[in-house]
């Protein structure tokens, strides 16, 4: 049997966990800790080492979802995180006041991992603020050497994330998900 895995990114809040949870087909391990900082005032838990759980494709494959802690003090486990994956989601919370500046720190932060993998870009919270619009975000990302998928995800629709899943998969190789 063949098995990935995927690691998902982003901001604090952006929906990391709660993606993991919406297509996860085992229990999700999440290891949530009382946030003791900033991130307090938004969320009264924040993920401090990492977020689990698979997702079963029809072929028969296993796709490992691995999700980072979104604080920056953490970032030490990123390289740990993506060793063996084959691509990254990232998560922007268009909620947020740069979701730009989100953007470019994510991207140049995995620039090495995303060099030799590939990346897909989930927007999340679009319902509470619906600008920038994903059509600005391919604006925004003609300054890059990469053409991800841009979707438009509600973490908590199995439906968004699942397709967000697949665009990356199939950005990796087209014949991943074929049944
Ligand atoms: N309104 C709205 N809430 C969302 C959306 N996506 C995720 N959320 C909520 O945002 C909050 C933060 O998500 P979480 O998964 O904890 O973010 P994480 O820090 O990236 O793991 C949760 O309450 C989610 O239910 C969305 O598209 N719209
Ligand atoms: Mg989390």
């Known amino acids: ?8 990114t982003g901001p ?6 709660t993606a993991i949870n919406s297509i996860s087909d085992v229990p999700p391990v999440k290891t949530d800790a009382v946030a003791s ?17 698979v997702m ?3 072929g028969g494959e296993k ?3 691995y999700g980072t802690p979104g604080q920056e003090r953490f970032d030490f486990m990123w390289d740990i995180l993506t060793t063996g994956g084959i691509g990254l989601v990232l998560l922007l919370d268009n909620s947020r006041l740069d979701p730009f500046q ?5 991207l140049d932060s995995f620039d090495s991992f995303i060099g030799q993998t590939s990346v897909a870009i989930g927007v999340t919270q679009m319902d509470l603020n619906n600008k920038p619009t994903i059509d600005d975000y391919h604006i925004q990302l003609q300054g890059y050497r990469i053409k991800p998928a841009v979707f438009s ?13 697949q665009a990356l998969l ?3 190789d087209p014949g991943i998900e074929s049944e």
């Open 102 to 106: 989100d953007m470019k720190f994510f």
């Open 63 to 65: 796709i490992h979802l």
């Open 56 to 58: 079963n494709l029809d």
């Open 1 to 8: 049997m063949s098995q990935y895995k995927i690691i998902f």
């Open 170 to 172: 199939y950005s990796i």
């Open 37 to 53: 900082d900033m991130t307090k005032s938004r969320k009264s838990a924040t993920t401090v080492a990492m977020d689990y759980g």
């Open 153 to 165: 995800v509600d973490a908590r629709e199995k439906n968004d994330v699942s397709l967000l899943v």
């Open 12 to 17: 604090v809040g952006a929906g990391k966990t």
